[in-house]
């Protein structure tokens, strides 16, 4: 069974930081994409960034210059560093993999991590 699990998130002002961690344990073979989404209140759930198994990067275009995504393949860990925080990041911020496991291919998300930044 794969299970991913996020920390990191909580309460900052505008223009802090924080950094949120994803770990995946399991039977794990291979991780190829990992990605975070955000879902704040009332709206739908949306990709913040991602990164390829070998390091490519994508970004939404409300985060880009002030959120950072990195991973270590040897932990199974997707970091995502996220700068100049603003209000209207404020969601509960979920990580996703395609992981290669003991039953095949599959997709997996993480619970989430409550991210709140006031003004």
């Known amino acids: 069974q794969v299970r991913l699990g996020e920390s990191g998130g909580g309460l900052v002002q505008a223009g802090g930081s924080l950094r949120l961690s994803c770990v995946a344990s399991?039977?794990?073979?291979?991780?190829?994409?990992m990605n975070w989404y955000r879902q704040a209140p009332g709206k739908q759930r949306d990709l913040v960034a991602g990164?390829?198994?070998?390091?490519?990067?994508n970004y939404a275009d409300s985060v880009k210059g002030r959120f950072a995504i990195s991973r270590d393949n040897a932990k199974n860990t997707v970091y995502l560093q996220m700068n100049s925080l603003k209000p209207e990041d404020t969601a509960v911020y979920h990580c996703?993999?395609?992981?290669?496991?003991?039953?095949?291919?599959?997709?997996?998300w993480g619970q989430g991590t409550q991210v709140t930044v006031s003004s």
């Open positions: 996703n993999a395609e992981i290669y496991a003991g039953a095949g291919l599959g997709y997996f």
């Open positions: 399991g039977s794990i073979s291979r991780i190829n994409a």
């Open positions: 990164i390829t198994r070998g390091g490519v990067t």
